[in-house]
């Protein structure tokens, strides 16, 4: 099968396109958002197939995986008038948590008929109003990286994009109290002078923006997975954690608390109960280790990914159907 989907979010693109399928990603000469082609820092398989725009006129594409709202109408241009959903079969998957009126807002795709809406987590499918749109949720999958956590520094990893500019959402605010209980390392995108921005010593707060290929290995260093976010989907670097081996110190809110569970770290909605568990594991190493190990046989049992890949074939065949 030939399916059509833009490069949008690399982690999960990455476990996505480990199918059996060929996987046609646009590709525009300033590898734009809507031409990103592939992916430079995941590895991906010789399948994934970049496409010039002018090529997919012609291309025989049996699904697309539409991801943003404005997917639909470029993908009918681009694939020369063919109707994503109408003259070429479409699920529409939504990667993100509502925003703006929650719990009442309206998905952009709401009361359809021609395809159906893929949630990545029930917590997501229970606050978008999709109407009468039909809806699956399909939990996400990660490529397992090994069990690769020594929590050799007494340091916390916390993994986030650009936290200045999303602020609450992402916690950022929480990280000043929380860097009292340990030493930080944050990585992801649009961190750099995250410390003096939170007013908070080098030595406390550290920052990088690491390729994906050191990214697992920096992260297994530290002593545990501190995920402060207050409103997201579910972070896939949580779970990519909880592969590592690391154990996790996060808020309950969104899928977080169907994640994790008891006895693989805390959750809690009281940021001095999570400060007090930081402590407690970088105190106590043995306790970290075997939460760790825990949580990693859950991620396995929960996010592996064969599930991930047997819960699309069959959305994908009755897509077709």
């Not at 996987?23 to 734009?32: A, F, K, S």
């Not at 994934?48 to 725009?53: A, D, F, L, M, T």
């Not at 916690?171 to 929380?178: M, Y």
Request: charged share 20%; glycine share 8%; proline share 9%.
């Amino acid at each position: 099968m030939n399916i059509l989907l833009w490069h949008v979010h690399g982690s999960w693109t990455t476990a996505f396109v480990q199918g059996p399928h060929t996987y046609l990603v646009p590709v525009t000469p300033d590898r734009g958002p809507d031409g990103l082609g592939r992916a430079r820092t995941f590895s991906w398989p010789a399948s994934v197939r970049e496409v010039p725009p002018e090529d997919l006129r012609e291309a025989p594409v049996d699904l697309v995986v539409l991801q943003r709202p404005h997917e639909l109408a470029l993908a009918e241009r681009w694939l020369g008038g063919r109707r994503p959903g109408r003259d070429v079969p479409a699920v529409y998957l939504e990667h993100n948590a509502p925003d703006g009126d929650v719990p009442g807002t309206r998905h952009p795709y709401a009361d359809r008929d021609d395809l159906t809406l893929v949630h990545v987590t029930h917590f997501n499918r229970l606050f978008w109003d999709c109407g009468a749109t039909p809806t699956a949720v399909i939990e996400h999958g990660i490529v397992d990286p090994g069990h690769q956590y020594t929590g050799r520094l007494p340091r916390a990893a916390v993994v986030v994009n650009e936290p200045v500019r999303r602020g609450r959402y992402t916690g950022t605010d929480l990280l000043p109290a929380l860097a009292q209980a340990a030493p930080l390392d944050v990585f992801g995108m649009g961190t750099e002078g995250l410390a003096a921005h939170l007013g908070l010593p080098e030595d406390r707060c550290r920052s990088a923006d690491l390729p994906q290929n050191h990214l697992h290995p920096a992260m297994a260093q530290r002593r545990l997975y501190l995920h402060p976010v207050r409103w997201t989907s579910l972070g896939l670097s949580l779970l990519e954690a909880m592969h590592l081996g690391m154990p996790v110190v996060a808020l309950a809110t969104t899928e977080a608390v169907e994640a994790v569970p008891a006895d693989a770290g805390t959750l809690s909605t009281r940021p001095e109960v999570l400060a007090r568990a930081v402590r407690h594991y970088l105190e106590d190493p043995a306790a970290a280790a075997a939460d760790g190990a825990r949580a990693r046989q859950a991620a396995l049992q929960r996010y592996g990914l064969k599930r991930f890949l047997d819960d699309w074939e069959r959305v994908m065949t009755e897509a077709r159907s």
